[in-house]
């Protein structure tokens, strides 16, 4: 973000109090065309049906037995979303206080927390390996020992193994471009590359990160996220991060569940728009909220560096390196996205943050392009 558009930006009310609104032509805006854009996000919905347990129990993701739901689910809402420029509200839809489960977006919540762990001194070096601190059994030879922070968040671990009894071949062969279509090959055998050779989007690894995450801290995930992130940058009390039935552990004799990463065998987190959007001024001030620091400028930098083997993934967060994710968007933008049309889009060069939920990922990079046709300045 540049240093003007650093010094225009605002921060919600900590208090719970509603954002500083704008009007569109005030926050460089042609009010006529972001309306048009407000009307396309209305009028293309997700395809998905409201029964988020009837689309996870007909093999959206994987077929049975992998399929089977381990944690919460409950039935999805409207579509909404939000436009916000420099930290002021421009334009709603929908109900955006509904809260919904969010799916992958958790992953970014993930490398937030990693980036927290990072600051104080528990994950000083993200290239080192995981089995240096995290002594579980998870990572030993001949396979995982090799694996590092960097290739759990990158996607890029070729981790091995089984976890809440979720095998990781389930996420084998995954490919987001076929996935829920009948021509998906996720779940065929494939063999392991060597840790950090071979980018593939999968939830079993991520879960291994997260647990891994759970055993630096000693303390369960949603409490670091809330304490370290969502009330100081005055979130609501209203979202919360949910685990499996069997995805509990003992650390320093207390039972904690480890928090997935997504939503797709049930859990993860669920929380509303106004919410989600409140985490995007903070990574567009580089890791302050009203001169407080949440995060280090030095994470939100090597988490938004491209993976070598795939530019358009940082730190479990999308990219759009070249303009290679959604073509409309500034090229540097970055996402965090999850399953059925929920996005969170942060654009730097425009001082944009915008959440929709429940848009179909189809219109989704036209959505961004009438976003930025809509600006005059």
């Keep these: 973000m540049t240093r003007t558009a650093m010094r225009e930006l605002s921060f919600p009310p900590d208090n719970g109090a509603p954002w500083p609104t704008t009007g569109p032509s005030e926050a460089g805006f042609d009010a006529e065309r972001l309306l048009k854009a407000v009307r396309f996000a209305e009028a293309h919905p997700t395809p998905w049906g409201r029964d988020l347990a009837a689309v996870l129990a007909n093999s959206y993701f994987e077929p049975p037995p992998w399929n089977e739901i381990l944690g919460v689910v409950r039935p999805r809402g409207d579509p909404n979303g939000l436009i916000t420029r420099h930290g002021r509200l421009v334009t ?5 206080q509904q809260v919904d489960m969010t799916f992958s977006i958790a992953k970014s919540y993930l490398s937030i927390l990693a980036g927290i762990a990072h600051d104080r001194g528990l994950l000083p070096d993200p290239d080192e390996p995981v089995g240096k601190r995290v002594e579980d059994g998870g990572f030993v030879p001949p396979h995982n020992d090799a694996i590092t922070w960097s290739h759990l968040l990158q996607q890029t671990s070729e981790w091995e ?10 996420d084998r062969y995954r490919d987001l471009a076929t996935e ?3 021509h998906a090959k996720k779940g065929l055998p494939r063999p392991l590359q060597a840790p950090g050779t071979y980018w593939e989007y999968n939830d079993v690894r991520v879960n291994r990160l997260s647990l891994a995450l759970l055993r630096l801290f000693r303390r369960p995930l949603p409490e670091v996220f809330a304490d370290a992130v969502m009330k100081p940058i005055g979130a609501s009390t209203r979202w919360h991060w949910e685990g499996y ?26 929380i509303h728009s106004e919410d989600q959007a409140r985490i995007g001024p903070m ?3 580089e890791g302050d909220w009203h001169q407080r620091r949440i995060l280090s400028k030095h994470w939100i930098d090597r988490s938004q560096r491209p993976c070598p083997i795939n530019p358009t993934y940082g730190y479990l967060w999308w990219l759009n390196t070249n303009g290679g994710y959604y073509a409309n968007a500034s090229t540097k933008s970055f996402f965090a996205i999850g399953a059925g049309g929920n996005c969170t889009w942060i654009d730097p060069n425009n001082g944009i943050v915008a959440v929709m939920r429940w848009l179909d990922p189809a219109a989704m990079n036209q959505f961004i392009g009438l976003v930025i046709g809509a600006l005059v300045r």
């Design 161 to 170: 193994g089984t976890l809440w009894g979720k095998p990781d071949v389930v």
């Design 245 to 270: 039935r069997n995805s509990t552990v003992e650390i320093n004799g207390r039972t904690m569940t480890s928090v997935p990463g997504g939503s797709h065998w049930g859990g993860g987190v669920f």
């Design 180 to 182: 829920g279509g009948p």
């Design 283 to 285: 990574m567009l001030a």
């Design 92 to 96: 709603r839809w929908g109900d955006t």
